[in-house]
């Protein structure tokens, strides 16, 4: 036995929040970006994936005219730094919807390195950075899917495996699922996949 929604059946946000309970773990985008007027600004997006592989592009979703968005299309540069466990409270808090002109670096105290590519800075205790320039823009209503061509990563040379890849557990990756719950790493198993015989 199953309940059963259309969109009509729960409109609004409620469905917005059956969709985030059901599509679930989802990889956090902790996108910096910095304004035309030259402040920078630090947020976590949980709609979040690599668009393609040739070439690179990754894509976040912003649900309404977040500073991410503004800034991306206004400068045409963003950096995709992994959302790390051990900066959980970090990635949360920069979540709050800080007026345009407040830097989430120095309100909260999250140390920038320079970009090497671009201008918004990466974080530093992030162990990933993906340097991107804006590639385009798809909107959805009140959502906006932005895609970043990747010009350059930054990877901490500590969460890498002797096969020159980051490995999964030393990056300790932290995901979104609904409501207000948050998931680490968990189990990881390697599954190779399965040749077909005819």
């Given amino acids: 036995m199953r309940t059963e929604w259309t969109p009509e059946d729960l409109p609004g946000r409620a469905f917005y929040r059956m969709m ?7 990889p956090i985008a ?4 910095t304004s035309a007027d030259g402040v920078d600004n630090l947020a976590p997006h949980s709609f979040f994936t690599i668009a393609s592989s040739d070439p690179a592009v990754v894509q976040f979703t912003s649900t309404g005219r977040k500073d991410s968005l503004r800034n991306a ?10 959302a790390p466990e051990p900066l959980w409270d970090e990635v949360n808090a920069s979540g709050t919807p800080y007026p345009p002109d407040v830097d989430e670096f120095d309100a909260l105290g999250i140390a920038r390195e320079r970009s090497t590519a671009v201008r918004p800075p990466r974080v530093a205790a992030s162990p990933v950075a993906l340097e991107c320039v804006l590639h385009s823009t798809v909107g959805f209503g009140s959502s906006t899917v932005v895609f970043g061509r990747v010009v350059h990563v930054a990877v901490d040379a500590g969460v890498l495996g002797g096969d020159g890849l980051p490995v999964a557990e030393l990056l300790r990756p932290l995901a979104r699922l609904g409501r207000n719950e948050w998931s680490t790493l968990g189990e990881v198993r390697a599954v190779d996949r399965v040749p ?3």
């Fill in 73 to 82: 299309e206004a400068t045409g540069e963003f950096v995709v730094n992994l």
């Fill in 20 to 26: 985030t309970a059901v599509v679930v773990p989802r």
């Fill in 196 to 198: 077909y015989r005819p």
């Fill in 30 to 33: 902790w996108v910096s970006t």
